[in-house]
């Protein structure tokens, strides 16, 4: 099995996959869009809400903003020591104070790990007019994919360019195989594309010798 990259950018990456099949695409795919963990708003405690939104949509907006972190600081409550209280290595806070008339927008959240921002700075939130006000703090945390839309890391599509044809395709100017699956992976969270698949790839590996160790014990 090998990998080739095709386009890259930070938050696209293009590559074939040679020597596979269909089978092992879609779990990579799968694991890459649901499986893969990514930081986002959790909860939203309001002080001050006079725009024309009500918290609740506020809310769902701010939870929707990507944000960057450091995965070597980060786990999930999950796995963290702390045992899902909460606290600096799976929680961040989140804190937001602007005051009309203006256009509130993620780069005005504050965080307090530098780590921690929005990916993209310019991603509305809501409209404020003259002496509105908004104030509230937020804990941001990570989860997957398949827990909520939220944490997806990816959109994730991958086809088989000469899928169905009766043999291999001959000549010079053929660029791909049957054996090959092409993926397009753009980021749609605070990780790079590239990331994305490492860690799917990575946490596909964990599976499989998980799985070989269980039965080898089953099998003594």
Known sequence: MKLRILEKSEKKLS??????????ANALR???VN???TMAVENVD?????????DEIIAHRVGLIPLTYSRKIYRTKDECKCGGKGCSSCEVTLVLEKTGPCMVKASDIKSSDDSVQPADPEIPIVELYENQRLKFEAI?????GKEHAKWQAA????KN??????????????????EEFVFEVESVSGLKAAEIVEIALNEL????????????????
């Open 35 to 37: 499986e893969v963990p």
């Open 15 to 24: 590559f074939a996959l040679e020597d596979s099949d269909a089978g092992f």
């Open 155 to 158: 959109v994730v599509g991958y």
């Open 30 to 32: 799968r694991v890459m």
């Open 205 to 220: 590996e964990r599976r499989a010798e998980e799985f070989s160790s269980e039965l080898k014990k089953a099998v003594k």
């Open 46 to 54: 309001f002080e001050e809400n006079g725009s024309g939104l009500f």
């Open 140 to 144: 941001a945390q990570l989860g997957f």
């Open 161 to 178: 360019p000469v899928a169905g044809r009766p043999e291999d395709p001959q000549g010079d100017d053929v660029k791909f195989r049957e």
